[in-house]
């Protein structure tokens, strides 16, 4: 056993990218991870590579330390300085589809991370784990790897080559007043200028990069990140408000009223606008996502594939199904457009963009109009729950059994999810920590208790704190 096993922290390289603590994701191991990733792309024969970051203060450092790596095994390295992960994937296209992304995404200031491609497409699991058994052999605690305090540099070719493939594709009829909320991350500069290019007026807040977050992390998906944005629509009586994530590639919209939208109502109309120009096409969207997006997809006309959660997995399965998946959608805010238009990967700003063109196209046409058609669910949010140390693999197996008893269509492609007439559940393993994820959804308040509690009630005589968890969680 070598003295270092204990030390390299294997928790960081995740299901779909390494994420963690700069405490863990040290410039010491971002030089191993490095290596690692050399190897990946020398053999698939690949020779450049794009790097880009976010607006974290370790992240210029760290796209640095890549640079460095991957120069000194002959490789032509682009970097195109601090950007959202979609303007990267889009600069990416032209040196053969590779590219790395130093970012956490919507994590707090406290953490790093890192997201690549290589021709065109994201890794796999078991890439990742490629990556993290090069770099296990390669990580010396007792190296010291220098850390230059880099400041945050902005390309503006990079960027206007990003802008006009956007403006060429994006046709408003007519300007909106648009509020948007960049929470400090990277995208926020860039989407701006994209708005104001398309002639809307722009009210920007937290748009500019700032690695501190001083507010809190740049994470959309909670609803007390969005309080400013939400105010200053209503104040301002704006059209709508856009929230981007950390590296822009996840969306959060509020409408007219100051409304947060649900991800399960945005997909809804995001699918009703793929399948009139694609009838009969597939809809993607991942086992998070409310019954209400099956039925829409079905009631359209189109075919509704669930698949296991991971913007990773969407996009690749997009990518294999040759034209058949128009749209997919992520409960956490990712939303790919494949339908001939778009890139084939989550750009927040770019389905925001979709979202108005479809809106300009009728006069006097508001975001609240075109969701009446979609409800607002009784829900949950994504609740996080303990494992108290369980095996997640005897959880869930236990669950599975149980669940013969009750109607409902059963699935396990990620965790188990149980589909009733009128809502669903589901439990699966965290691919970030030592949790479960729960949500619960339905048509009313008693039916969404009722399949809360045919949950708890699977779970209490074995597990009974996890129980005790989902029964009073909100």
């Known amino acids: 056993m070598s003295i270092q096993q204990p030390i390299f922290p294997w928790q960081v390289f995740r299901a779909y990218d390494i994420r963690g603590k700069i405490t863990f994701l040290t410039p010491e191991l971002v030089e191993a991870i490095a290596y690692g990733l050399v190897c990946q792309y020398q053999q698939a024969a690949q020779t450049t590579v794009v790097i880009g970051y976010d607006a974290r203060l370790s992240s210029p450092a760290y796209a640095q330390i890549i640079q460095t790596i991957f120069e000194k095994q002959g490789f032509d390295v682009v970097n195109v300085g601090c950007c959202s992960s979609p303007m990267l994937y889009y600069s990416a296209r032209q040196f053969a ?185 597939e809809i993607v969207f991942d086992v998070k996502c409310s019954t209400m997006v099956r039925n829409t997809v079905q009631e359209l006309g189109g075919q509704p594939t669930m698949i296991r959660t991971g913007s990773t997995f969407l996009k690749k399965y997009l990518m294999q199904s040759q034209g058949q998946a128009v749209f997919g959608g992520e409960y956490a805010g990712h939303y790919v457009f494949n339908d001939g238009r778009g890139f084939g990967y989550d750009d927040g700003l770019y389905a925001a963009l979709r979202l108005l063109e479809f809106l300009s196209q009728r006069p006097d046409f508001t975001l609240s109009q075109a969701l009446a058609k979609y409800p607002e669910r009784c829900g949950t949010e994504d609740t996080y729950i303990s494992t108290y140390s369980t095996d997640p693999k005897s959880l869930l197996a236990d669950i599975e059994l149980h669940s013969h008893q009750l109607a409902a269509q059963l699935s396990n492609i990620d965790g188990v999810r149980l589909d009733f007439e009128d809502g669903f559940g589901i439990i699966r393993a965290s691919n970030t920590g030592e949790f479960f994820t729960v949500r619960f959804d339905a048509d009313n308040p008693v039916r969404l208790n009722d399949i809360r509690q045919s949950f708890v009630s699977m779970l209490s005589d074995r597990y009974p704190k996890i129980a005790h968890d989902i029964l009073n969680a909100h």
């Open 97 to 281: 589809g590779n590219g790395i992304m130093v970012t956490a995404s919507h994590n707090p200031k406290s953490d790093n991370g890192i997201k690549w491609i290589m021709q065109g497409q994201p890794p796999c699991p078991e890439m990742i784990q490629q990556v993290a058994y090069v770099a296990s052999l390669q990580f010396s605690p007792q190296r010291k790897v220098s850390m230059p305090a880099l400041p945050h540099q902005f390309d503006v070719s990079y960027c206007l080559q990003y802008q006009h493939a956007i403006l060429d594709d994006i046709q408003l009829q007519r300007p909106f007043h648009v509020v948007l909320d960049g929470l400090h991350g990277s995208a926020g500069r860039c989407a701006v200028l994209i708005l104001q290019k398309l002639g809307c007026q722009v009210t920007a807040l937290r748009c500019e990069s700032n690695g501190e977050f001083p507010d809190h992390a740049p994470d959309p998906s909670q609803a007390c990140h969005l309080k400013a944005l939400t105010a200053t629509v209503q104040q301002q009586q704006a059209d709508l408000g856009i929230a981007l994530d950390g590296d822009g590639d996840r969306l959060v919209l509020v409408d007219e009223h100051g409304t947060i939208i649900s991800a399960d109502r945005l997909m809804s109309l995001f699918a009703e606008m793929c399948l009139a120009t694609h009838p009969q096409h």
